[in-house]
């Protein structure tokens, strides 16, 4: 009797060890630019990681006649890269979320995931725009996938934690004359003469479809919260620049993508490889629009301290602005032009957007996680000269100018 009791104490003692030892850790969308040095980065941190994407991402390029500047390799190759270089395994799972509903679940079901981290949406805002059937891709495509995540874990039955990737382009980007809080806005309305207080979640002004599906998804999440008890972090992602992490610098197989075409490439990374190739650095309108910012090591990091901060069962949705710094983008322009001596080109504005505005958030909760910032001023010509100038040859300058206008 003894000792049969002492060997269930032993089993159930050694499977909570393993369970905090080794949490699994699904990552929707593990095949992208954040997406994969996550993988990689959570994977070096002891997770066992299962990548799940479709490749739509690598399906785009082949649309848009584009490569990543870096040489990507498939899929299969990076994973086995990978556990040469790490002695860790990361499996992949094919599945098109939105649309392959039942396996999703079953994976859910089979794998009790820890949490999961979700980046597989459409994520461009000017592809967003290109015409109307790209506009119902990217709505089609995002809101089923984040619903059908959130349906699946309350079918599941299981008390998944679920990370998700949103924006900062949700706040929208006009000038608030106030620093934009994490999510949530205390107001105060007056009625009968009274005062009454509340926090309502900040109001949206989306400036593309794409940005649109990032404040719809919000709107699922606080009803998944609120009706089904669902934990989720919603992260509002700054813009992000850089390639390599110190994972995906392990071996030349393991290189991140690199967006540099008007469609996918965002504006710090363009800026950088225009450097590398002295073309001048395409501005637009008058480069006053402010924007945030966040390094792709930072994204890694925030997003394992935001698996290793869960909220409670019961707290509302929990918003985090996920990045470090704000720069307006004239005075990124001139700070690439004076360390590499390349000129700046104005061309006209394809978006609609106030051509000046102010930009000041607040990004405290991550900060008292433990994330150190990797700044501007650290890393930008390491970037240009080991990785733009690297593979300029690989640049195709017609896909350079931004075509997609509203
Ligand atoms: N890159 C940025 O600067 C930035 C900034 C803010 C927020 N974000 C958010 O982070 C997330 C990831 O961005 P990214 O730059 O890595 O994008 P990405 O396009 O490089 O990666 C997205 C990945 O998801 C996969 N995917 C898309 N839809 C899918 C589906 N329905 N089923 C399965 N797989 C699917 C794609 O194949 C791709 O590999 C996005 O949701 C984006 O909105 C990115």
Known sequence: MLLREFIRFNVI??????????????????????????????????YEVIIVDDFSRRKTDVELEVESLTPIR????????????????????????????????ELLV???PYAIVHFAEQRSAPYSMKSSSHRRLTVNNNLSATNDVLAAIVESKLDIHLVHLGTMGVYGYGTTGMKIPE???????????????????????????????????????AFYNKNDGLRITDLHQGIVWGTQTSQTRRDKYLINRFDYDGDYGTVLNRFLMQAAINYPLTVHGTGGQKRAFIHIQDTCRSIQLAIEHPPEKTDRVKILNQMTEIHRVRDLAKLISDKT????????????????????????????MGLRPITLNEELLNEVEQVAKKYSSRCDQNKIPCLSRW
């Not at 003692?13 to 393993?18: A, G, R, T």
């Not at 001596?341 to 008292?368: F, H, M, T, W």
């Open 74 to 105: 498939p899929l299969g190759e990076r994973l086995r890269v990978w556990r040469d270089v790490s002695g860790r395994n990361i499996r992949h799972v094919a599945i098109t979320i939105g649309k392959e509903y039942r396996e999703l679940l």
């Open 13 to 46: 003692f050694l499977s909570l060890i393993n369970e905090v030892r080794v949490r699994k850790v699904l990552i929707l969308g593990g095949d992208g630019f954040c997406g994969w040095p996550t993988s990689l980065h959570l994977s070096d941190a002891g």
């Open 183 to 221: 999510g949530y806005l205390k107001v105060q309305v007056e009625e009968d003469g009274e005062i009454r207080g509340r926090e309502i979640l900040y109001p949206s002004n989306p400036g593309s479809i794409y940005h649109m599906t990032k404040a719809q998804d919000q709107l699922l999440f």
């Open 341 to 368: 001596g390349v000129g700046i080109a104005y061309v006209d504005n394809p978006r609609k957007e106030s051509a000046e505005n102010d930009l000041l958030a607040v990004n405290d909760q991550l900060l008292e």
């Open 110 to 112: 089979s794998e009790k």
